[in-house]
């Protein structure tokens, strides 16, 4: 086992090189066709990974760019690829590939087995998964391609953007029947990398591959992680996009879905754009959009393409139906968790319906509907409250880039018909499980929700813990314990302090004293410069600020009390109308919490969990990595575990053996994710 463990740890070292100054590109990774053969004929041969058959359909159901003729390395130059669904490129090798963690339910998806008893054989095998998932080499069967796809961004079309930091390898098919799509994502240059150098470093991947597999416990459809790979490799990154650039280690995320697939793949054939003039790189190309549809429809969705055989245009209704209610029933659950994407473009969409490409997302704390988890969003687009309208928006985009296959006016009424409704019905379904509803179904369900919202948004209660309270609000005539309920719940408000925090000014007074002065003198040119939406959000925090500061906390806590218990009432009369009738009282009460313990987790990735567990792994230690995914691995409530109220404030700098169940330290507000 020793010889075993040192054949691996020499196969891990890739030629030494000196990181690249800033601004200049790393050289090129992929090899001419005949030093690919070479090196496909001395890649080390895997054992525990040994079992894993390739068979790369996308590969040969779509086509695939023949690289231009140039020197070794010319197949990762940028450049717009025309033609194609696909470009092959070759991970470039990293130094000292180091495994962080991988995700056991994630790779059983494979077929690959627990981990085993023995140290040495688990040190054996997370050698070979940091070889093989890092792309230092490539597994019997893996045909590394990049995938060429466009997108909106933020609203605008910005043309070809495609894989520039991820790599197909291939997909796997296992012995349950079942096909799985594997990509490394952060494993060099590819002719979609533009400026960039195709490397994603070390606290991107944390949070990609912690949100991948939490969302996955979570019950929500999305894309997984299988491994989270680093290495002595740097890279320049300026983190804040504030002049301050820092090396940081290049990290490897090995992603597993049936399909990366998204709405921006049938971008590729978008004419001239209006706004923009950008235009996808295979204009004209119906035949090859054709090609996808077949591919697509054929693969994912075998149901409709077997109940279409004979009308290719009422088999691609069918197909942007599907994806309609898939996309609704989606965006509903994120919003049952109070989940951020923060990125919403059109190339960020799934075409199966799941949760892809994890950046500057985040869970609500304090309930906002405002909510911007990216810093970059300057103009909150992207806010909680608007997802829904986004993913409807993004979707009447890809009607648009289905057509003439799908007739847009067609497209456009199954939008209509689908999306609002199919979005209501199954966020209400949700939110009735949360609230423990189990019997019956009344038409004013929906105004209960939204006022419970709105008392969470006056009294700044933490979305993720007054849920999981409320699972254990007294119910019954009595209402035994009904001023202690009220007080658990009153601590997960915001308190004095976080309130000020939050709305604390962003702007200079000078210069929003500047800017009211040009909006009433100069109405056009405020207008032109697009901050009307900017300086009313700053004189709303300007006013909150000053009712703050005539507040106590006493008074805050009266005030919080007040809507909380106006709130309970209501809440208290409907569960009285869900247990009339019924015969046993205690089973239904065991249900109801049974319902409400499986819907209402006890742990999301909050930014702060995150970042402690970035912030050791940056130190060398991946304990707490491996910490977190476990705890996000059971997110709800277990069956015979005693339930706990969440503590009003987890102490300061928590981490290690403390729950990340209560509500996140002062410090974690301040966290700026772009």
Known sequence: MAALRAALRALFAAPRARSPPLGRRPPPAPR??????????????????????????????????????GPEGAPSAPRPVPGACFSRVRPAPLRQPRLVALSEPALALLGLGAPPADAAAREA?????????????????????????????????????GDGAAMYLGEVCTAAGERWELQLKGAGPTPFSRQADGRKVLRSSIREFLCSEAMFHLGIPTTRAGACVTSQSTVVRDVFYDGNPKYEKCTVVLRIASTFLRFGSFEIFKPA??????????????????????????????????????????????????????????????????????????????????????????????????HVCNASDNAGRYTYSKQPEVCKWNLQKLLEALEPELPRELGEAILAEEFDSEFRRYYLQKMRRKLGLVRTELDDDGALVAKLLETMHLTGADFTNTFYVLSSFPVGPEALGLPEFLAALTAQCASLEELKLAFRPQMDPRQLSMMLMLAQSNPQLFALIGTRANVTKELERVEQQSRLEQ????????????????????YRARLEKDREGVSDEEAWQAERMRIMHANNPKYVLRNYIAQNAIEAAENGDFSEVR??????????????????????????????GHSYSSKPPLWAAELCVT
């Open 125 to 161: 095998r997370e050698a070979e998964a940091a070889l093989f998932f890092s792309g230092n080499a490539l597994l019997p069967g893996a045909e590394p391609a990049a995938h060429c796809y466009c997108g909106h961004q933020f609203g605008q079309f910005a043309g070809q953007l």
């Open 32 to 69: 001419s066709a005949s030093a690919a053969a070479r090196g496909a004929a001395m890649e080390p041969a895997p054992r525990w990974l040994a079992g894993l058959r390739f068979d790369n359909r996308a590969l040969r159901a779509l086509p695939v760019e023949t690289p231009p003729p």
């Open 273 to 370: 754009d209006e706004h923009t003039g950008r235009e996808g790189p295979s204009v004209g190309r119906n035949d090859i959009r054709v090609q996808m549809l077949d591919y697509v429809i054929g693969t994912f969705y075998p149901e409709i393409q077997a109940a279409h055989t004979e009308d290719r245009v009422q088999r691609n209704a069918a197909f942007f139906r599907e994806v309609t209610r898939r996309t609704a029933r989606m965006v509903a659950e994120w919003q049952c968790v109070g989940f951020c994407h923060g990125v919403l473009n059109t190339d960020n969409m799934s075409i199966v319906g799941l949760t892809i490409d994890y950046g500057p997302f985040g869970f609500l704390d304090r309930y906002d509907p405002d």
């Open 627 to 656: 910490r977190v995914l476990e705890l996000l691995e059971t997110p709800y409530h277990r069956a015979g575990e005693a339930a706990r109220v969440p503590e009003a404030m987890e102490p300061e700098g928590a981490s290690g």
């Open 551 to 570: 507040l106590s906390p006493a008074e805050l806590l009266s005030k919080n009390q007040g809507h909380w218990a106006d709130w309970l009432q209501q």
